[in-house]
């Protein structure tokens, strides 16, 4: 985030975070010597509380954070269809108000999110230690010591994703794909020009990718099954080769 904002200031340009999978991280700023939470380093951030997420409503909800009076005004209007106040419209809004249910529930559960974010931490811990043995085909998440992660989601990375996938799946082990498509290949963005090859890393990275179970619920028994079934399937797959080798 250092070096985007040194970029952005050169430049003039404007750094909004997506703190959406973020709830509760840390950055520590080596030019400012602090660590930063995710949400408070650009001009504004946005947060999601989708149920899934670290901090989940049970509907949609989301947040945006800002140290901008101006900016929290405009955003204030534009989620109340625009309004400054009832019916007097200044600019033109939608709505994208929270309700008060979802707002009740999130209040809730916010008290719980430091503890959630620490189960998180364990067990992404938990995992790495589990399928350390595997690195020679699996590539884990790596939390770097200017970053204090609260997964949201834990990602390993795989040159036989889909066989792998499949496997998991015939073990009732639920996965995802987090995403699939990066974001200049999407459709939306084509009017902006990109092609292929223009992003290799991320071109290179997302049919890698592999979402297994993450959550502070999920216990250690279970996370032993994940591993055990991505082991399996490394086990299969070296005796196949074998067998193919004819040794
Ligand atoms: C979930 C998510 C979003 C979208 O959040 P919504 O609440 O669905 O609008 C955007 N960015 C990231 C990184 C997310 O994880």
Known sequence: ???????????????????????????????????????????????????????????????????????????????????????????????????????????????????????????????????????????LPVEPSWSHGVYHLYVIRTSDREERQAHLSSRSIGTAIHYPIPLHLQKAYRGLGYRAGDFPVAESVAPQILSVPMYAQLQLEQQESVAKAIGDFVASRHSAFVMSAGI
Not at 44 to 57: E, H, I, Q, T, V
């Open 1 to 139: 985030m250092d070096a985007i904002l040194d970029i952005a200031e050169e430049y003039n340009l404007i750094v909004v975070e997506d703190a959406c999978q973020a709830h509760g991280a840390k950055y520590f700023s080596a030019k400012d010597k602090t660590w930063k939470k995710a949400g408070s380093v650009g001009v504004a951030a946005a947060f999601s509380f989708y149920p899934g997420k670290n901090l989940g409503a049970c509907g949609e909800a989301g947040a945006v954070t800002t140290n901008s009076e101006q900016i929290a005004r405009h955003i204030k209007m534009i989620r109340d269809h625009g309004q400054a106040k009832k019916y007097y419209h200044d600019v033109e809004g939608y709505n994208g108000r929270l309700d008060a249910l979802q707002a009740g529930l999130l209040q809730v559960k916010l008290k719980h999110l430091a503890q959630w974010n620490e189960q998180r931490r364990a067990r992404a811990a938990f995992y790495g230690q589990l399928l350390a043995p595997l690195s020679e085909s699996v590539i």
